[in-house]
């Protein structure tokens, strides 16, 4: 399975981007997706999560972003609203092919396919 994120770029504090992510070479459906964020310096981090038809959110952008899959077309969105400097990383689409505890979520170690990054830059 491939993942191909986009949508990244430059946007100024409280824009607006949607970011993409095409998986192929699966079965999309039963997938778990999920949003992942890496800044400089720091760890990678979880984001968002769509799950068994639920979607779960770190709280930092809880309220802000949203993801959304649709499986017809083998993609998951993530929509970032109200854009801070502190949401600027390179964001990772993550997939695994099972259902996940809902505990494991948010632990990148349990994503079997990643994709390459796009990079998302929120200036004050």
């Known amino acids: 399975v491939q993942l191909q994120a986009s949508g990244g770029g430059l946007v100024q504090a409280g824009g607006s981007l949607r970011l993409s992510c095409a998986a192929s070479?699966?079965?999309?459906?039963?997938?778990?997706m999920g949003w992942f964020r890496q800044a400089p310096g720091k760890e990678r981090e979880f984001v968002a999560v769509?799950?068994?038809?639920?979607?779960y959110y770190a709280d930092s952008v809880k309220g802000r972003f949203a993801i959304s899959r649709d499986n017809a077309k083998n993609t998951v969105y993530l929509q970032m609203n109200s854009l801070k400097p502190e949401d600027t990383a390179v964001y990772y689409c993550?997939?695994?092919?099972?259902?996940?505890?809902?505990?494991?979520?948010?632990?990148?170690?349990?994503?079997?396919?990643w994709g390459q990054g796009t990079q998302v830059t929120v200036s004050s």
């Open positions: 070479g699966g079965t999309f459906g039963p997938y778990v």
């Open positions: 769509s799950r068994g038809g639920s979607t």
């Open positions: 993550a997939g695994h092919p099972n259902s996940l505890p809902i505990s494991t979520i948010a632990s990148r170690g349990r994503y079997a396919y």
